[in-house]
């Protein structure tokens, strides 16, 4: 079973991100998050291999645990990039959202500062979704080069 669970987590990190082994980088193309233990693995992977990432267009919710994960050093963006923050939730069995304060707490603090202090100049993390992108962006990470 936890085999396919690390194959089918691998299987929607494949899809969502591209591997340029030349340049020894990720790149994100476009994620829309998910569930996050999937991007917690991934993303530690990651840390590990010491590649770079390139965020190059929409890395939302759960895909922006990157910024806590991977050096900031090794992550630049694209003039396409545009990362996603919402308060944590969770499904119940009827599928219906509940909020996790705690877990958006823990998930906040864990963002580098420049990443906190945007999120609560712009009403802190909550139900809608804050967009980080542009000159906002640009002033927290390296435009890719």
Known sequence: MRRMFFV????LASALFTTTPAMAEIRIIQ???GEVGPFLDLFEQVRESGERVVIDGPCLSACTL???IVPGERICV???????????????RRGRFYAEPEASDAVLQAYPG????????HGGLSSR???L???DLAA??????
């Not at 694209?78 to 119940?92: C, E, M, P």
């Not at 420049?114 to 100049?121: E, L, N, T």
């Not at 927290?140 to 080069?145: E, G, T």
């Open 140 to 145: 927290i990470y390296p435009r890719c080069r």
């Open 133 to 135: 992108k542009g000159r």
């Open 114 to 121: 420049p990443v906190r202090d945007w999120i609560s100049r």
């Open 66 to 68: 990157v910024l806590s």
């Open 129 to 131: 979704l804050l967009l």
């Open 8 to 11: 089918g987590a691998w299987m």
């Open 31 to 33: 994620s829309p998050g």
């Open 78 to 92: 694209t003039k396409r990039a545009v990362l996603g923050f919402h308060a944590a939730r969770s499904v119940d």
